[in-house]
């Protein structure tokens, strides 16, 4: 009789029903639901270092897309615009983080500055609970008009930090219903109008650049006299000149 072979036969275990991995690599953790991929993703608190993990393995492509929240930061404007545009429509995130590098170009500043609008507006169709949009101080003087850019209505927002540099900020085409936290920075006018637009706001942080203290001055006292005022019920705004 022929001995008995000592190898012991080894049964590869049934495929994954979410992908399978490379046995070469012992890749474990790509063969886990996508619920459990997008809580990892979630710890990276950066969309970009999401998005590379797709470099490592095709689980891992386009599941940054789905993170309930969104933070993108020292990105150019127009990279943040492209990677915006590649999530679904009807998405819909709990926090949308924007913090845009800038360029040291005077040409490459304007042209961030016309895409910077264009990128807070296209933010509202994913209708964040909390937003985050603060653009960096620029180094160097341009000159010319500042524009002017529209607080977009985010009709899901119960908190909004937004910092304009020292661009100007109007007021929304309507009602912010559920606004509760306003920090806003920049150029700001007419400021007792522009709170007209947050029924339920509660705290408000406010400040001020490029605006000459006398008006700033003479608008908030015709305000208290006219028996209005910019502070919010129960809450004092901190107001910097």
Known sequence: MEPRSRRRLRRSPPPSPYGAADPA???RISVLPDDM???????LRCARA?????LVSRRWRGLWARLPGLTFR??????????LASVARGTAVSLLEIRPSRSMSLAE??????????LLRS????????????????????????????????????????????????PPAGEL???????????IVNVGFLLNFFP??????????????ASLVAELSTRTRGGSSARPHGVPPRHRL
């Open 109 to 118: 500043g304007k042209l961030d500055d016309a895409r910077t609008k264009s």
């Open 50 to 54: 999401a998005a590379c993990t797709g």
């Open 123 to 170: 933010a509202t169709r994913f209708s964040p609970k909390e937003i985050v949009f603060v653009l960096r101080q620029c180094p160097m003087f341009k000159p010319g008009r500042a524009i002017t850019i529209a607080l977009p209505c985010f009709l899901r927002a119960t908190s909004i930090e937004l910092d304009t540099c020292s661009h100007r900020i109007t």
């Open 200 to 213: 339920r706001l509660r705290v408000l942080r406010i400040t001020f650049r490029g605006v000459k203290p």
């Open 74 to 83: 020292d990105i150019p404007v127009s990279e943040i615009k492209s990677a």
């Open 25 to 27: 690599d012992d890749d």
């Open 177 to 187: 219903p559920v606004l509760e936290m306003l920090s806003i920075s920049g150029n």
């Open 37 to 43: 991929l997008l809580e990892v993703l979630v710890r």
